[in-house]
C-alpha cells in the first residue's frame, strides 16, 4: 500500500499515554462481566451498539486486556510508523468521504479516531480492547487499539497493510452510515423487535460498513494507492473476522441467528460489491435483503 502518498489527518485523538483505563484514574479493569454490561446497555439504549469487531471473543480469553503488552514505548523523535499508518488513511478516507458526499450534495463531517491502550471511555460506555475497534455514533468517534492490527494478523490470519486498512475503512463507514442517518433508523427499528431480528439488523448494517470501506478502497485503487496484493489481503481480512469463523474458532461450532457481523462469505461479498463499483447506491444491504 502506497499510504506515504496519502494525507495525513489531524483527526487522530491520542490517548495512549493515559494508559490502559484510557485515563480513567489507571485503576479502572474491565473483565468478561464488565463486558458484557457495556454490550447490554448499548443495546437497551439503542445507541449504536459498539461496534464489536471481534464480538466477545476473547472477553474472557488469556490475552484479556489487563494482560496485554503495552506497544512498545516510542522514544521522543523517533518516527511511530504505525500512528502515522492510521493517520494517512484516516486521512485518506476524509478526501474520499467528502468527495462522494458532495456529489450528493452533503457535508461530510469526518468523525476522529481515538487511539487508546486496554479499556477506554466513550459516550457510548467503557468499552475493552478485547471487542475489537469500534465506532461510537453519540460521540462520533472511532476507537482503535492498536494493538488490534497484531491480533488481525496472528490470531486471525489476515496479514498485512490493507487488511489494516480496511479495519480503519470498515469503522469510517459506521461513521458514514450515521451521517446518512441510517444508525439512527436501524436503532430505532432493533429497538422494537425481537433479538433474532435485531441480530439480522445488525448484520445488514455491519456488510454495509463492509461494501462502504470497499467504496473506499476502489478509490484508493483509482488514485493507485495500492500494490498488488492489497485487495487480496482485505478480502482475507474480511473472511477473517465473519461471525462463521469466530464462533468456529472459540466455541467449535456456528450458531447463524446469533451472528452479529455476518458470514465471511457475506463480509467478503459485500466488501468486493464496494470494491468493484465504487458506488453507495449498490451498498444497500438492506433492500437485497428483502424476500
Ligand atoms: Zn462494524
Excluded at 439480522?200 to 454495509?208: G, K, P, R, T
Aim: glycine residues 12%; negative net charge.
Amino acid at each position: 500500500m502506497r499510504w506515504g502518498n496519502m494525507r495525513d489527518s489531524g483527526n487522530v485523538e491520542d490517548r495512549e499515554a493515559a494508559g490502559p483505563a484510557g485515563g480513567l484514574g489507571g485503576g479502572l479493569k474491565l473483565g468478561g462481566v464488565g463486558l458484557i454490561a457495556v454490550l447490554a446497555i448499548s443495546w437497551f439504549l439503542g445507541l449504536n451498539p459498539l461496534d464489536v469487531l471481534i464480538s466477545l471473543q476473547g472477553g474472557d480469553s488469556p490475552s484479556a486486556p489487563t494482560e496485554r503488552a503495552a506497544p512498545p514505548p516510542t522514544t521522543p523523535g523517533t518516527r511511530d510508523e504505525t500512528k502515522e499508518f492510521i493517520a494517512r488513511v484516516l486521512g485518506d478516507t476524509e478526501d474520499t468521504w467528502s468527495a462522494i458526499l458532495k456529489k450528493m450534495e452533503r457535508e461530510y463531517h469526518p468523525p476522529k479516531l481515538v487511539l487508546f491502550r486496554g479499556a477506554v471511555d466513550s459516550a457510548c460506555g467503557l468499552a475493552s480492547s478485547a471487542m475489537g475497534p469500534f465506532y461510537c455514533a453519540s460521540d462520533e468517534r472511532v476507537y482503535l487499539d492498536r494493538s488490534f492490527f497484531d491480533d488481525l494478523s496472528k490470531r486471525f490470519g489476515a496479514p498485512g497493510e490493507f487488511a489494516r486498512a480496511y479495519v480503519i475503512a470498515h469503522e469510517v463507514g459506521h461513521h458514514v452510515q450515521n451521517q446518512l442517518g441510517i444508525t439512527q433508523k436501524v436503532a430505532q427499528q432493533r429497538g422494537r423487535t425481537s433479538e433474532a431480528r435485531s441480530n439480522a439488523l445488525s448484520v445488514l448494517v455491519e456488510l454495509q460498513a463492509d461494501c462502504l470501506a470497499g467504496v473506499w478502497g476502489h478509490f484508493a485503487k483509482e488514485r493507485n494507492l495500492l500494490d498488488p496484493g492489497d485487495v487480496e489481503a482485505g478480502l482475507a481480512a474480511a473472511a477473517a473476522i465473519g461471525d462463521d469463523r469466530l464462533q468456529q474458532q472459540s466455541r467449535g461450532r456456528v450458531v447463524p441467528e446469533s451472528f452479529t457481523h455476518g458470514s465471511s462469505a457475506q463480509r467478503v461479498r459485500w466488501f468486493r460489491t464496494g470494491l468493484d463499483s465504487g458506488e453507495v447506491s449498490q451498498c444497500n444491504t438492506f433492500e437485497t435483503a428483502r424476500p
